[in-house]
């Protein structure tokens, strides 16, 4: 008989500093997926649940798809949609099992309401139904915050080391073949994880330029074939969440009674610590951006403006005036920008009609304290279903839904707005909207890293702006930490 293998997933990135709850609508609408759901949603994408089923497939494995469910980063996680979630799974164990292994995809950062330390309660539930003998691989985001509880429950624990996020099927390889090993007796896999007195750290695990992440990961693989480790990885953890644990962490897989694993884990953690102040990027004013963006934008080769105060992606509400208002302000021309989460503004659109010329107070709605709405005249350009599948190198394939959307002309600016919070992952949150961005001058997005992977290719330069008016600001400082263990960097001088 087949070996029959557990396949789940339960992804959040919790912002705590966000009012907004995470719901079980947040995963329904951004993907919740049952038992075979999961195959016609996955199966051929560059994700984590693709990857485990190609394992499946490779080893002679039965999957027993138990749950997959992501939401769009925000507040806590809610306890029904924890319950909901975690039931899913559990129960496929009851109905489907005994299981011979789990392979689960978590991200590493989840803060639900009952639990500070969402991914080790998800784990503790799996654990206690399939007991102590049964190898659980899990795999992180680069972004993970993990706890000690997390390492001790897994048995393989493996994180993504590309940021954008272009390795999810990798990184599900890597762990599910560690796993089949285990389960032939090859070898008895154990997590080794540190972390140092830090918030942030390795340039927030940016891979797309030389650095502290490319660095750190090269020093990895020579810990890997020096102390004969199978796997290591970074974390360069979730600085925007107000618990203990938070931070940058290392996580080392090795045989158990390798000694090299806490060596080599040591010499990660310092340089963790010794690279902390390094960023390969340099933030700048919005008004700095828009200048450059006037001189060098052009049809063919745009411009790109990052938002990265407000990433959606990040727990960012994603309505966020400063840039945008800017840009309107700015007297620039053949710019687009996607997406403002608006709602309302969709609807005033919509009941206007595509070419209606009428008056809206555009985004700055969520969070009072961070801005206020833009109040501008312009033109419904178009109204659009706002469902479309990714195809840059990032999540190519995955199904994205931002809700009905509308696209408003005002001052030199083409506006996507949505009625849902999504990070602008790539070309198709312009193209899906009629809008095709090369033929632009200047693009602004809401997101912080991940748009390089689709966007640098087609632009001329890359601006990040960090000012003001978002909850996923790069300056610490200027937050209300009061739960995170301390003295910490950069809160703390150390
Ligand atoms: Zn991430």
Not at 379 to 407: D, W
Request: proline residues 5%; negative net charge; contains cysteine.
């Amino acid at each position: 008989m087949k070996p029959r293998i557990l396949i789940a997933g339960f992804k959040h990135e919790t912002n705590t500093f966000s009012k907004l709850p995470t719901s079980l609508e947040s995963y329904t609408t951004r993907g919740l997926y049952q038992g075979e759901e999961m195959r016609s949603a996955f199966a051929g994408t560059n994700t984590e649940i693709a990857g485990f089923l190609d394992a499946c497939e490779r080893h002679g494995w039965e999957p027993v798809l138990g749950a997959a469910g992501d939401a769009t980063p925000s507040g806590r996680v809610t306890r029904e949609a924890f319950d909901t979630v975690t039931g899913y799974i559990l129960d496929a164990i009851e109905r489907d099992g005994p299981v011979n292994a789990v392979l689960i995809q978590l991200h590493g950062a989840m803060v639900a309401e009952e639990h500070d330390d969402g991914e080790s309660a998800v784990l503790d539930l799996i654990r206690e139904k399939v007991g102590p003998d049964v190898p659980i691989g899990v795999t992180h985001d680069l972004h993970a915050n993990v706890t000690d509880r997390t390492g001790e429950l897994a048995d393989v624990l493996v994180s993504y080391r590309t940021y954008p996020h272009i390795d999810q099927h990798e990184t599900a390889t890597i762990c599910a073949d560690l796993i089949a090993r285990a389960m032939a007796g090859e070898i008895k896999p154990k997590v080794t994880l540190l972390r140092g007195p830090q918030l942030d750290g390795v340039d927030h695990g940016r891979t797309t330029s030389p650095g502290p992440m490319r660095e750190i990961l090269a020093l990895a693989d020579s810990l890997t074939d020096e102390h004969g480790l199978l796997s290591a990885s970074i974390n360069a953890g979730f600085p925007w969440a107000d618990v203990d644990y938070v931070g940058p962490t290392v996580i080392v897989v090795a045989d158990e009674g390798n000694a090299g694993a806490v060596t080599a884990a040591e010499k990660l953690r310092e340089e963790l610590w010794r690279t902390r102040e390094v960023l390969t990027i340099n933030p700048v004013t919005a008004a700095t951006a828009l200048a450059e963006g006037r001189k060098k934008g052009k049809v063919g080769k745009p411009y790109v403006i990052a938002d990265f105060a407000d990433n959606p992606g990040g727990g960012g509400y994603g309505d966020s005036t400063g840039l945008l208002r800017a840009m309107i302000e700015g007297e620039i021309e053949n710019a687009a920008f996607a997406s403002l989460y608006d709602p309302e503004s969709v609807e005033a659109c919509t009941a206007a009609g595509a070419g209606a010329e009428i008056e809206l107070n555009l985004g700055g709605k969520v969070d009072s304290s961070l801005g206020s709405p833009i109040n501008v005249t312009g033109t419904v350009v178009g109204l659009y279903e706002g469902k479309f599948k990714l195809e840059g190198p990032m999540a190519t394939g995955v199904a994205i839904n931002i809700g009905p959307a509308a696209v408003f002309r005002t001052g030199g600016v083409d506006v996507v707005l949505a009625s849902r919070r999504a990070q602008n992952y790539d070309q198709q949150f312009f193209k899906a909207c009629g809008i095709e961005p090369t033929e632009r001058a200047i693009l602004a997005v809401k997101s912080a890293q991940h748009f390089r992977a689709d966007y640098t290719p087609i632009a001329c330069e890359i601006a990040v702006v960090d000012e003001g008016g978002g909850i996923t600001s790069h300056n610490f400082k200027s937050l209300d930490y009061r739960h995170v263990r301390r003295p910490i960097w950069p809160l703390d001088d150390i």
